[in-house]
C-alpha cells in the first residue's frame, strides 16, 4: 500500500459524524488520516485518541452528565491493525456514576472488528501534587535543545507518518540504535502538536496519542520491524500545560516472544499527564 500524505492536524482524529443513536448506545464515523500511520497500518495511539473522542461525545449525549468528564482509561484489545481509511466507533453505555463512568467503544472497519475498548470517564485532576516523584524524564530539559535533530529527519521517519501533524525530537543518548548500536530498552524525547493553536479537546486528548508515541524500545536491542500491539491500557490524570511533553518509553523483561512496554508522559510543569502500557510482540525475524 503506498501512503499519500498531505499536511493535517490533531483535529481529524476528534471529528465525527453521528450515526446513530439509541437508549443506550450510538455510532460515530471517522477517518483515520494516512499520517497517522506507521508503515501502512495505523497507529495504535491515534486510534485510542479517536476512541476517547467517541466515548466522550457519547456519553454526552446518552447520560448528560451534569459535570465537564473527561477520559482517564482506556483500555483496548487490537484484533486487526485498522488501515488509514473511514471507521466506524460503536459506544455502549456501561455504567453511569457520581465519581466515574464507564463505556465500551468497538472500532468497526469494513464490517470486521478491529479494536475493542472500555473507556472509563470522570473529573480529571487538577492542582498541586499531594507526592511527585522522579521520572525517566526528570534530568531531561522542558524544552529539546534547539540544534536536536527531529524523529522525521531520521531514517525512522520513514516509516512514522505522524511528523506532518506533531513535532517529536528523540534524546539521541538513549537511541543507540540510529547509530547501528545497541543499548538498554529505553527511549525518550520530546513532542508537542505542529499546530500553533490547539484547541482545548486537542490538548486533552493529544497524551492518549503521546502514550504510544515511541518507536519500539527493542529496536535498541537489535530487534527492527512491525512490534504489533495486542492490549494497550492508558491513564490519563490531568490535562498538559501549554508547550514540550517530555515522553519516556522503557522495558523491563524482554521474552523470546513478547514484550510489556511502559510509557510516561511529563507536561512542562513536571506533572505526569498520563502513563501506559503496552503488550507487544517481538518484530518478526527478517
Given at each position: 500500500m503506498t501512503i499519500e500524505l498531505s499536511p493535517t492536524t490533531l483535529d481529524s482524529l476528534i471529528t465525527l459524524d453521528g450515526l446513530t443513536r439509541g437508549s443506550g448506545d450510538a455510532a460515530y464515523r471517522g477517518?483515520?488520516?494516512?499520517?497517522?500511520?506507521?508503515?501502512?497500518?495505523?497507529h495504535g495511539g491515534?486510534?485510542?485518541?479517536?476512541?476517547?473522542?467517541?466515548?466522550?461525545?457519547?456519553?454526552?449525549?446518552?447520560?448528560?452528565?451534569a459535570d465537564e468528564v473527561a477520559v482517564i482509561a482506556i483500555a483496548s484489545d487490537f484484533l486487526a491493525a485498522p488501515d488509514p481509511a473511514p471507521v466506524e466507533l460503536h459506544a455502549s453505555l456501561i455504567k453511569t456514576g457520581r465519581t466515574v463512568s464507564?463505556?465500551?467503544?468497538?472500532?468497526?472497519?469494513?464490517?470486521?472488528?478491529?479494536?475493542t475498548s472500555t473507556v472509563t470517564l470522570g473529573r480529571p485532576d487538577h492542582g498541586d501534587a499531594r507526592f511527585r516523584g522522579p521520572t525517566p524524564v526528570s534530568d531531561l530539559d522542558v524544552a529539546p535543545p534547539a540544534d536536536a535533530p527531529g524523529l522525521?529527519?531520521?531514517?525512522?521517519?520513514?516509516?512514522?507518518?505522524?511528523?506532518?501533524?506533531?513535532?517529536?525530537?528523540?534524546?539521541?543518548?538513549?537511541?543507540?540504535?540510529?547509530?547501528?548500536?545497541?543499548?538498554?530498552?529505553?527511549?525518550?524525547?520530546?513532542?508537542?502538536?505542529?499546530?500553533?493553536?490547539?484547541?482545548?479537546?486537542?490538548?486533552?486528548?493529544?497524551?492518549?496519542?503521546?502514550?504510544?508515541?515511541?518507536?519500539?524500545?527493542?529496536?535498541?536491542?537489535?530487534?527492527?520491524?512491525?512490534?504489533p500491539t495486542v492490549q494497550l491500557t492508558t491513564y490519563v490524570?490531568?490535562?498538559p500545560a501549554a508547550g514540550w511533553l517530555r515522553f519516556a518509553a522503557s522495558a523491563q523483561e524482554v521474552g523470546q516472544g513478547m514484550f510489556a512496554e511502559d510509557h510516561v508522559v511529563v507536561d512542562a510543569t513536571g506533572a505526569t499527564v498520563a502513563q501506559s502500557r503496552q503488550l507487544a510482540l517481538i518484530p518478526a525475524a527478517r
Open positions: 477517518n483515520l488520516d494516512p499520517t497517522f500511520t506507521i508503515g501502512p497500518k495505523v491515534s486510534i485510542q485518541m479517536m476512541i476517547a473522542a467517541a466515548a466522550r461525545r457519547a456519553l454526552s449525549e446518552l447520560a448528560d452528565p464507564l463505556m465500551r467503544v468497538d472500532v468497526r472497519q469494513n464490517d470486521r472488528l478491529m479494536v522525521y529527519s531520521t531514517s525512522v521517519g520513514e516509516v512514522v507518518h505522524l511528523g506532518a501533524a506533531i513535532e517529536v525530537v528523540l534524546d539521541m543518548d538513549h537511541f543507540p540504535a540510529l547509530r547501528g548500536e545497541t543499548g538498554e530498552p529505553l527511549v525518550r524525547g520530546w513532542t508537542r502538536p505542529k499546530a500553533a493553536d490547539v484547541p482545548a479537546t486537542v490538548q486533552a486528548g493529544f497524551p492518549v496519542l503521546v502514550c504510544d508515541l515511541s518507536p519500539p524500545v527493542v529496536m535498541n536491542l537489535g530487534m527492527f520491524g512491525w512490534a490524570s490531568r490535562v
